[in-house]
């Protein structure tokens, strides 16, 4: 049974910083393209940040420069460094696998993250 399992969200200001964590189980981690997307009230969910299975990573314009994305393969573990967190961050957070970019994908079930004063 695959399972993402989102952590780390948390209410922070402007300004701020927090870390996210998507704990993977039931996949073969490294084979796994990852993703984090992200969906505000009202809004569509939109892709935020990913990862490749070599280690290329690519980010949306409106996070580049402060958020950074990474993985732990030996424990696998996705991450979402968000730095200089803006209240236009606030959104719920989800981690995406999917295999080698192409095939089976699957979701955690999101964090929140607020940024407020």
């Known amino acids: 049974q695959v399972q993402l399992v989102e952590s780390g969200g948390g209410s922070v200001q402007p300004g701020g910083s927090l870390r996210l964590s998507c704990a993977a189980s039931?996949?073969?981690?490294?084979?796994?393209?990852m993703n984090w997307y992200r969906q505000a009230p009202g809004n569509k969910r939109e892709w935020v940040a990913a990862?490749?299975?070599?280690?290329?990573?690519n980010y949306a314009d409106s996070v580049k420069g402060r958020f950074t994305i990474s993985r732990d393969n030996a424990k696998n573990t996705l991450y979402l460094q968000m730095n200089s967190l803006k209240p236009e961050d606030t959104a719920v957070y989800y981690c995406?696998?999917?295999?080698?970019?192409?095939?089976?994908?699957?979701w955690g079930q999101g964090t929140q993250v607020i940024v407020s004063s």
């Open positions: 039931g996949i073969t981690f490294s084979d796994y393209v």
């Open positions: 995406k696998a999917r295999f080698r970019g192409w095939g089976s994908e699957y």
């Open positions: 990862i490749l299975t070599g280690g290329t990573t």
